[in-house]
């Protein structure tokens, strides 16, 4: 099982960024998928979950009206669209899923939101 996460980078206060997590090894579809972040010292924390059908997603509440989790299940990829960024949103972030009782993670992507 791998999961490639990408489109983290440099942003600026108020700026939006969408990462992607491409997926293999698994049967997509069947599975719900999360983001994560984490910040050096501190506990990785749950940003977004989606069902595996994509009608369901719950989200943090510091990030509810501001990040988008979605899903293309025939490119089995999953994606967050983060608008209206703050300083503290800068992290790194991680595609997570559980298969099989076993947890999955990819290695993540950097987000800095600076002027």
């Known amino acids: 099982v791998q999961l490639v996460e990408s489109g983290g980078g440099l942003v600026q206060p108020g700026g939006s960024l969408k990462l992607s997590c491409v997926t293999s090894?698994?049967?997509?579809?069947?599975?719900?998928m999360n983001w994560y972040r984490q910040v050096p010292g501190k506990e990785r924390e749950l940003v977004a979950g989606i069902s595996s059908a994509g009608d369901r997603t719950n989200y943090a509440d510091s990030m509810k009206g501001r990040f988008t989790i979605s899903r293309d299940n025939a490119k089995s990829t999953v994606y967050l669209t983060m608008n209206s960024l703050k300083p503290e949103d800068s992290a790194v972030y991680y595609c997570?899923?559980?298969?099989?009782?076993?947890?999955?993670w990819g290695k993540g992507t950097l987000v800095t939101v600076s002027s």
């Open positions: 090894g698994i049967t997509f579809s069947r599975y719900a």
């Open positions: 997570h899923t559980i298969s099989q009782n076993m947890n999955y």
